[in-house]
């Protein structure tokens, strides 16, 4: 059935057909129609054609004939069929098709459609083999491409015209819209233009982009540029302001250190005048992963990236003194006012929230789905190993009443256990000592499966939560950050929550994960050491597992007679519209059981000199009048009006139940004793030393008088409460920083 | 649509392409075990996929979808398999490729023809592989590869022509340097 064939072209011996219609040529031996037509590819009128040369000419014949028999000997030596799935693959695909037909619903793809596209366009990272034209098309509009998963949710943002706007740190950003993107664009005219005078260019200049409303100390951008002049670094931290007061935080741009890290960028708050703003609303945060971060960097003897030191989360990792509440609410509210140890004519406010502890044994039935990520990057002792470790010290803590499953992800995502209950410990062991890594990060498709699985097993009155375990390495994934936002906002509304635990050194992505714990009323914490794992997952396990509060929100109002102006330490990403604070719909941060928030205020009294607060522009007249020297009359009596006109400020309070839609309300006054620091409780003493070297590793501007010394010393009282040594810890990481070159 | 029909469009769309797609992966990764995650991240995507869209075309889509994944899983692989994604998308030559199951009882016209193949480029052993294998037409192969139709024919038939020339040759003269490759095909088993 072989014979001897022709030995291909040697010359010129027919068209070697670079397009499929021969047309009326003749036919040659070397036709791939000849070829096509041998292996039934062509469709009436071509066979037709081949089928009149072929009778004419018995050559062609016979080669079709040999390329039949070849393709008949190859078509069965190469099999069909490949291996199947495993039956963990094949499982997890069903029950996705079970638990949501039709998928997410229409693909749309990063939401765009709505807003984003008219100001601006993003560019996607694309796979290579996608060119730029179809990502651009599908992003305008154009049909969908039936692998649109190809493109990762990594984007830059892109001017008008589709080019890409260039800026010194390589943003990534995700959605964008309305004023943020007005503020993109800005910058990047600022940045084309940095180089010329204030004033000289033209197009967007002196245009409001956000309302004096929602931004009292900034109302445009060229304002916010007389502060700081426009290089480029400059203009980049105005924007960052920017979009903090706007509060847009999916717009957040990260700034990546050397290693590849990336951190959100949040300018701190300046000083707010209370005539401008009287009220101040911010999220509770109860995260502390920036803590074991940055002691992570500084015990390797890195300096800190200043993004990447969140003042809030130094405060919260400590456990202080603040009782727990007594009656029915889920936390109590303490508050102190001392002299500010690094500005004496101004003082320091305390807010200490104090949730309530759960006894071990009352605390709620667990419905737990690891997510691990396994993929490539997790190969390294302080990653997957110590994901391991943590999950073996949390199962000891579970009992018969607690369910755990595990879904890893790498390159694909599995079931590695369904779910178990913990009476089975061996079982859950073995599948945990069963991790390896391997593969790439799809870290969305593992999060899917994860919250379909907690469904599945949800309990009522329960705890049921994801908990992702992940150096946050997601920029191999299928979904656009928004789309994955969405899937965790929408699972969090049906009572499944995410916890995310950050592992490892060198990628890990800090804005990713807090982001991501964010949407999923969750929290986040950075695991460094099995003891960093013991303290979040066994010690404070109740607490990071079991929400006792959920939309946590503080609004302070400040009171004009006593204070000029005020700033907020820390919380940079967690402000609030003041507006927002009585909207329910609005989402904010939860309180686990025995968790603690703290939060402080540098207050500047009035008659004090004014520091670095902004001095006082026009003539706006005060709600209360301009004079609070001399308060009206009232017939309530001289003396409840002496006591209001003595306090410093109010702060209101609001949350509602784990599983409540409406919030409740708690006012606490708070009236300035004039206490010195010295006469400061020591949590007091300790969490303002703690602000105080949060703000130096930031380089903050009001940090310009803290030293290291001092902040040690401010730290000296508090170190006498001192359960798990971690404020012992804390004067350590002093001594590692102070030894940092400069 | 209704969750049962859903599943079982998937359940029947996964009996019956299930294999061929790890077949498919696994000669454009290499690894079976890389095969199957990407088979499996392909199935993921069409629960998310317009059924509507995709049905008429589920095979085209699925092969498609299959290649552009395990494009993507070398690209983000070791700098050797690397190479391979490149060949794949940047049509060069390949020679190195595996070219599926061999065993010592299989017949030597069988052994001679996945030779040839295996001599082929991977752009050129892809189209036959897609074509003789797994029946799809040269519309679907242009679609799956991002060739022109014309230029599937042309790479087929230059493809044809090598292997009709090599099963055209005495089995003496199969090349002696083609022995040690055996030892690392049969990934597709």
């Known amino acids: 059935m072989t014979r001897p064939a022709p030995t291909g072209p040697t010359g010129p011996t027919g068209p070697t057909g670079s397009t499929g219609s021969t047309g009326s040529r003749p036919l040659g031996p070397d036709d791939p129609q000849l070829t096509a037509y041998a292996l039934d590819a062509l469709d009436a009128p071509d066979r037709a054609r081949i089928e009149a040369a072929l009778a004419a000419d018995p050559a062609l014949r016979a080669i079709v004939d040999e390329t039949r028999a070849a393709a008949a000997t190859l078509s069965a030596a190469l099999p069909r069929d490949g291996a199947a799935l495993t039956a963990l693959q094949r499982q997890a695909i069903v029950l996705r098709s079970n638990a949501r037909p039709g998928g997410l619903g229409r693909w749309t793809p990063f939401g765009i459609g709505a807003t984003a596209a008219a100001v601006i366009l993003l560019a996607l990272d694309l796979r290579a083999h996608t060119t730029e034209k179809r990502a651009l098309g599908l992003i ?72 004096p409303r929602t931004t009292p100390a900034l109302q445009t951008v060229d304002e916010a540029l007389k502060v700081s002049p426009p290089g480029a670094r400059e203009v980049n931290e105005v924007v960052e302001r920017l979009l903090a007061l706007i509060g847009d935080r999916h717009a957040l741009v990260t700034e990546p250190n050397a290693d590849g890290e990336a951190y959100a960028v949040v300018e701190a708050s300046p000083f707010l005048r209370v005539a401008d703003a009287r009220l101040s609303t911010f999220s509770i945060d109860v995260d502390t992963a920036s803590y074991a971060n940055v002691r992570r960097m500084l015990t390797a003897g890195q300096r800190p990236p200043a993004a990447a030191v969140r003042v809030e989360e130094f405060l919260n990792y400590f456990p202080y003194e603040d009782p727990a509440p007594t009656g029915p609410d889920p936390f109590a509210v303490h508050l102190e006012v001392t002299e500010c140890p690094w500005d004496g004519a101004h003082r320091l406010v305390r807010v200490g929230i104090q949730g309530r502890p759960l006894e071990r044994k009352a605390r709620p039935p667990m419905n737990l789905v690891f997510l691990v990520d396994v993929s490539g990057s997790m190969n390294a002792p302080n990653k997957l190993p110590l994901v391991q470790a943590s999950l073996r010290m949390l199962l000891e803590e579970l009992n018969e009443r607690d369910s755990v499953a595990i879904v890893v992800y790498a390159g694909a995502s599995g079931l590695a256990l369904a779910p178990t209950w913990c009476e089975q410990k061996a079982v859950i062991q073995q599948a945990i000592d069963a991790l390896r890594p391997g593969g790439s990060t799809n870290g969305a498709a593992g999060i899917e499966l994860a919250y379909e699985i907690a469904t599945q097993r949800f309990v009522k009155d329960g705890v049921n939560r994801v908990v992702l375990a992940t150096d ?11 789309a994955l936002h969405a899937l965790i906002r929408a699972k969090a509304k049906s009572g499944v929550f995410l916890t995310c635990l950050g592992y490892g050194m060198g990628n890990l992505k800090d804005a990713t994960l807090e982001r991501l714990a964010d949407q999923g009323n969750g929290n986040y914490g950075y695991i460094d050491s099995t003891r960093e794992a013991r303290k979040v997952l066994v010690d404070e396990a109740s607490g990071t597992l079991v929400t006792i509060a959920k ?8 009171n004009p007679a006593t204070v000029a102006s005020y700033r907020l330490i820390g919380y940079d990403n967690r402000r609030l519209a003041d507006r927002d604070f009585a909207d329910d719909t609005k989402d904010a941060g939860e309180v686990g059981a025995g968790h603690r928030v703290t939060a402080l205020y540098e207050v500047v009294p009035v008659g004090a000199p004014e520091g670095t607060a902004p001095a006082p522009t026009g003539e706006e007249p005060l709600r209360y009048g301009a004079r609070p020297a001399s308060p009206p009359v009232s017939p309530g009596g001289l003396i409840a009006i002496d006591l209001l006109a003595r306090e410093l400020l109010t702060v209101k309070v609001r949350w509602k139940e784990p599983a409540g839609a409406v919030s409740v309300k708690r006012e606490f006054p708070l009236v300035d004793g004039g206490a010195s620091y010295g006469k400061a409780s020591r949590d007091f003493q300790f969490a303002a030393s703690v602000a105080g070297f949060a703000m130096w590793l930031r380089g903050s501007p009001s940090a310009a008088r803290i030293t290291l010394d001092a902040v040690a010393a401010w730290a000296s009282e508090g170190l006498s409460f001192d359960p798990g040594g971690y404020r012992a810890e804390f004067v350590d990481l002093l001594a590692k920083a102070k030894s940092l070159p400069r | 649509m209704p969750a049962e029909d859903q599943t079982a469009w998937l359940t029947s769309a996964l009996d019956q392409f299930e294999r061929p797609l790890v077949a498919d992966a696994t000669h454009l990764v290499g690894d079976v075990h890389a095969a199957r995650d990407v088979v499996q991240d392909v199935f993921l995507r069409l629960l998310r996929a317009s059924r509507a869209d995709v049905d008429p075309i589920l095979a085209r889509w699925l092969f498609t979808v299959t290649r552009n994944r395990a494009v993507d899983h070398l690209r983000r692989g070791k700098v050797t398999a690397k190479s391979n994604a490149d060949a794949l998308d940047g049509h060069a030559a390949r020679a190195d490729a595996p070219t599926g199951p061999e065993t010592a009882a299989m017949r030597d016209d069988a052994r001679h023809a996945l030779e040839a193949l295996g001599r082929l480029s991977a752009g050129h052993q892809e189209v036959l592989r897609l074509r003789l294998s797994h029946g799809l037409s040269y519309a679907d192969i242009a679609q799956i590869t991002g060739l022109s139709v014309s230029h599937v024919g042309v790479r087929i038939h230059a493809g044809m022509r090598a292997l009709r020339a090599r099963l055209a040759e005495p089995a003496s003269q199969a090349p002696a340097t083609l022995a040690p490759r055996a030892a690392s095909h049969g990934a597709s088993r």
């Not at chain 1, 990594?154 to 819209?177: C, E, F, H, K, N």
């Not at chain 1, 390495?473 to 979904?479: I, P, R």
């Not at chain 1, 939309?551 to 400040?558: I, N, P, S």
Request: charged share 20%; net charge negative; proline share 10%.
């Open chain 1, 551 to 558: 939309d946590v929100k503080l609004q302070v109002e400040f």
């Open chain 1, 472 to 482: 946050g390495d997601f920029n191999v994934g299928v979904t656009s950050q928004d």
């Open chain 1, 140 to 211: 305008t509009g154009g049909t969908r491409p039936p692998d649109v998963g190809q493109f990762s949710p990594t984007m830059s943002p892109l001017a008008v015209d589709g080019s890409p706007v260039s800026t010194p740190y390589g943003p990534t950003v995700g959605r964008i819209d309305g004023a943020a993107a007005t503020v993109l664009e800005y910058r990047a005219f600022r940045l084309a233009t940095k180089d010329q005078a204030p004033g000289v260019g033209s197009a967007p200049e002196g245009r409001a982009v956000v309302s």
